[in-house]
């Protein structure tokens, strides 16, 4: 079992930033892929970014040059630091990790969420 931990949401002007953090109770470096997805009322989860092993990072269109995902193996924490935020960013954030099993079978793990707010 892998239980995660979001903190740093909140509400902030468009064009502010803001710090996801997400705190896995277990060592993150043999996770397999560790990502921040989000949901806005009414819309389905989306992925925002995620970083696989070996520090590889891939971004949705909408979070490319304004965030960044980040980890600290020695903390067990995975950020995302969230720039220019935009109203459309406003949704609650999950973290996400997920350990592969064997070939295509893999186990997902999800945070309880925090609230961003994007609102002038």
């Known amino acids: 079992q892998v239980q995660l931990v979001e903190s740093g949401g909140g509400s902030v002007q468009p064009g502010g930033s803001l710090r996801l953090s997400c705190a896995a109770s277990?060592?993150?470096?043999?996770?397999?892929?560790m990502g921040w997805y989000r949901q806005a009322p009414g819309k389905q989860r989306e992925l925002v970014a995620v970083?696989?092993?070996?520090?590889?990072?891939m971004y949705a269109d909408s979070a490319k040059g304004r965030f960044t995902i980040s980890r600290d193996n020695a903390k067990n924490t995975v950020y995302l630091q969230m720039n220019s935020l935009k109203p459309e960013d406003t949704a609650v954030y999950y973290c996400?990790?997920?350990?592969?099993?064997?070939?295509?079978?893999?186990?997902?793990?999800w945070g309880q969420g925090t609230q961003v707010t994007v609102s002038s």
């Open positions: 996400n990790a997920r350990r592969v099993r064997s070939g295509l079978l893999f186990d997902d793990y």
């Open positions: 277990v060592n993150i470096f043999g996770i397999n892929a």
């Open positions: 970083m696989a092993s070996g520090d590889t990072t």
